[in-house]
């Protein structure tokens, strides 16, 4: 936090640019969370053509809401065929990720007094979507799928393959096992979710 204050000593919280904040906010984040670069590619695809030398206080609403609406509108390329390139919309999912790191940019200048004014993402209405997608096998495609895991070279991914597909598991909890997880007397598997509360598990039944 010193650290960041130093770098910004010669810019007033009246000034501060969407630049600076992200100079700093990515200073800060890059070593503590697993994937930085997600928003990186965020910060230089959408938010830094638009708001990169804008002051915060500048900000308002409605500048939101136009920058909301011209992601919804955005077309993306999907294929690099010069001839015949193929575009798409922004899914919704990435058009919130894009928005809630504005939001964040905002509470990171206020909560490391770069900024101190109004925070026009608190009236941000963020999109709606729901992304669970459900893909029921077959027999036959299970049948095959089976078949091509038991001839699979690489038998720990063969296996751990195999284990997502009894379990409904991710391959990041199936990886996460320890031996200690693995009760043989009462044929159970504990696994260690995040989304529980610290050092709350849960316990499957294991099969033959």
Known sequence: LKQQRTAAATITPQDITFKDVWQAFHQSIKTRIKHPEFYEYMWKKHIEPRFKDREL???????????????????????????????????LSTI?????????????????????????????????FDNKMTNVLTDEQRSSLLAVLNAWENRLVALALHMCLVTGKRTGEIF????????????????????????????????K
């Open 176 to 207: 996460g096992l320890r031996w200690a997880d693995i009760d043989f007397d009462r044929n159970t598997m504990s696994f260690l979710i995040k989304s529980l509360k610290v050092g709350e598990r849960q316990v499957l039944p294991m099969s």
């Open 57 to 91: 206080r500048s900000i308002t609403a409605k500048d939101l809401v136009d920058f909301q609406e011209h992601l919804v509108n955005l077309r993306v390329p999907v294929s690099h065929n010069a001839k015949n390139p193929v575009r798409k919309n922004l899914s």
């Open 96 to 128: 919130t990720a894009v928005l809630k790191l504005v939001r964040r940019m905002y509470s990171f200048a206020l909560a490391t007094e770069l900024y101190e004014g109004k925070n026009p993402t608190r009236t941000m209405v963020l999109p709606r």
